[in-house]
């Protein structure tokens, strides 16, 4: 199989879809790799380090894009990017099709086969490919969080762990699955005050234990979310629903009962938000502020860390980069259900049925019945 690696051009994304380890592997395999020009150059994965593991170097994405059976990105399409797939492709990346119709419709007008990493899952019910970036977007929205804390950054002033005789900030963590488990790890260990909130009791039980005690939990309720977040110095969104558009958890109406210069972090924002108010932001604009509340709402956060990210993410994907090179993605998609969650769009038609659902209500083009096809299934949140 050809499969081609282009260059990320959304904006401050210097993550890419493939490590030369990666590319290595695939060529050894019997596969062509292409790679863009520079793809990799912002983090140091050089065109000549490609080329010694075998790939070859294109200068143009239009070249790649033409010639390639597989495209294997991090982040969804660009609107030109779109324009370059064709029917009989295989479109293989981060796609969060849920608050993007605009995308769905591009995507669905190309005629290729778009499998979304986030929605492929596992026989434990996990997200394996979303895994490895939550685990990163976790970390990353602690220390984002305290450094908008800040007061010249526009927060209240406090710092997260305090000092003898001062009490640390109060943060609240929304979610207790792969990102507020990583932002939990991250936030006691700098010495803050730290609740989560689910609605799992098992979750929450397991993690009282992890941390013997040292974490607050809390059953998610309405009120129980009003009240932790008058509280808070620092809120983390960090809520998912596999495929569909996050809730709403935190409303504008609460933000008048929280402490001026509070700091809210939306991990969610690539599946709408889980803030009412949320609106995405990027790497060089990463704030605004709406009622004295200072929201951080970047789009691609682990690309802050993109040399990481991108070795983590090759390690997740090549198993199933693999797979995809070595036979039918029919019959692929038949055999293995957790692979078929994968599936987004395929010959013009949602196939994915939470993506169905979220798309419909914004009036986005859906099959009659996106549940028809016996490949499908949908997996447990992780």
Do not use: W
């Amino acid at each position: 199989m050809q499969i081609g690696v282009p260059k990320e051009i959304k904006p401050q994304e210097c993550r890419v879809g493939m490590t030369p380890a990666g590319v290595r592997e695939l060529v050894a395999a019997g596969n062509t790799v292409q790679v863009e020009t520079q793809c990799g150059a912002r983090i140091g994965l050089t065109d000549d380090m490609y080329r010694d593991a075998g790939g070859q170097v294109i200068e143009t994405p239009e070249a790649l894009f033409a010639h390639c059976d597989m495209i294997v990105k991090v982040k969804e399409p660009q609107a030109q990017e779109c324009h370059l797939l064709h029917a009989d492709q295989i479109l293989f990346t981060y796609l969060h099709l849920a608050a993007d119709p605009e995308q769905a419709q591009l995507l669905m007008a190309s005629g290729a086969s778009c499998i979304a990493y986030e929605t492929i899952t596992s026989p434990e019910g996990g997200l394996p490919l979303l895994a490895p970036m939550s685990v990163v977007a976790g970390r990353l929205s602690v220390q984002a969080g305290a450094h908008h804390m800040e007061i010249h950054q526009g927060g209240n002033g406090t710092l997260l762990g305090g000092v003898p005789g001062v009490p640390s900030a109060q943060v609240l963590i929304l979610g207790g699955g792969v990102v507020g488990t990583n932002a939990i790890r991250m936030a006691l260990g700098m010495g803050a005050d730290v609740t989560v909130i689910d609605r799992s009791v098992k979750r929450l039980t397991e993690l009282d234990e992890q941390y013997n005690g040292r974490l607050r939990t809390i059953y998610s309720t309405t009120e129980a979310i009003e009240q932790s977040a008058s509280d808070a110095d620092l809120i983390i969104g960090a809520v998912l629903i596999p495929g569909a558009s996050a809730p709403k958890l935190i409303t504008r109406p609460m933000l008048k009962n929280m402490k001026p210069g509070a700091v809210m972090v939306d991990v969610a924002i690539d599946q709408g938000g889980c803030f009412e108010t949320s609106t995405p932001t990027t790497h060089a604009d990463p704030t605004y502020v709406i009622d004295q509340i200072v929201h951080y709402c970047v789009a691609n956060m682990p690309g802050a860390v993109a040399r990481t990210a991108t070795m983590a993410l090759t390690n997740a994907t090549l198993p199933y980069i693999q797979r995809l090179a070595k036979g039918d993605l029919g019959t692929l998609l038949q055999e293995d259900p957790h692979f078929a969650n994968g599936l987004n769009i395929r010959a013009g038609k949602i196939t994915h049925p939470a993506v169905a659902a979220a798309l419909a209500s914004a009036g986005t083009q859906q099959p009659a019945n996106p549940l028809s096809d016996p490949s499908r299934t949908l997996g447990n949140a992780a």
